[in-house]
């Protein structure tokens, strides 16, 4: 195995969260990392300890700086004394300068479809931000029927990320209103972004009334044939 040191920048699309091996302007950290190691052998079953440090000069630019310590595990060299990677695990920094930092950021999109809650989180600051919360299903009479927790995801400065959120208790039928709150990773837990959607699906109910339609109106039609 061997171990690279790499920068990363946000991605335009927000499926893909970074770019990884791509510098930004005065968002490099790379340079600042460094590792106790640059190559180790592993036999089945052995573990390895990598023990990487970060050094920020003092006189550096507030705002985030992106980096990360890559694993690469490689094929045999060839004829030709080349290798093919076929493994590359990345294990991500990130560091936030403190100073003239700006952190912002909203949600752009929230959206349910067949189980499965989307967000879509646009961060408008220089910084990093991990965006966490809850997502509250409520019945039509306001009761609270069930709680879905969002852990915390990373959304890089100046760019958008999707978080697909699975909903696992889904009963049959149901007609809801699904209220996000979720904060932002700034400002503190007092801050939280609000949404709310209604969702819902008549499911077996859905059936029993087309059936129920269809014997009525075979019904009507029979009635209206002896006539």
């Given at each position: ?10 991605s ?20 600042f ?10 036999e089945k ?35 030709n004394?080349?290798?093919?990677v ?5 294990s991500?920094?990130?560091?936030r ?8 950021g ?17 961060n408008?600051g ?10 509250e ?5 306001g ?11 990373f ?43 209604w ?29």
């Amino acid at each position: 195995f061997e171990i690279g040191l790499e920068d990363f920048i946000p991605s335009l699309d927000a499926d893909t969260p970074i770019q990884l091996g791509v510098s930004g302007k005065d968002t490099s950290l790379k340079s600042f990392i460094s590792v106790d190691k640059k190559i180790f052998s592993l036999e089945k079953g052995e573990k390895a300890t990598i023990v990487a440090s970060v050094g920020i000069p003092k006189k550096i630019s507030s705002g985030g700086l992106f980096g990360a310590v890559v694993i690469y595990a490689k094929s045999s060299e060839d004829s030709n004394g080349t290798a093919k990677v076929l493994v590359e695990i990345p294990s991500l920094f990130f560091v936030r300068i403190i100073g003239n930092e700006k952190p912002a950021g909203v949600v752009t999109d929230f959206k349910y479809k067949e189980g499965l809650f989307s967000i879509m989180f646009e961060n408008q600051g220089n910084v990093h931000l991990n965006p966490a919360g809850e997502i509250e299903l409520k019945n039509i009479f306001g009761q609270t029927v069930d709680k879905i927790i969002i852990m915390p995801w990373f959304v890089m400065p100046f760019s958008s990320r999707t978080n697909d959120i699975i909903w696992n208790n889904i009963p049959d039928t149901y007609f809801y209103e699904a209220e996000l709150n979720l904060s932002p990773g700034f400002v503190g837990k007092e801050f939280v972004i609000n949404k709310k959607i209604w969702i819902y699906s008549l499911g077996k109910l859905a059936f029993s009334m087309i059936v129920i339609f269809v014997i009525i109106l075979f019904t009507v039609l029979i009635k209206f044939l002896r006539k």
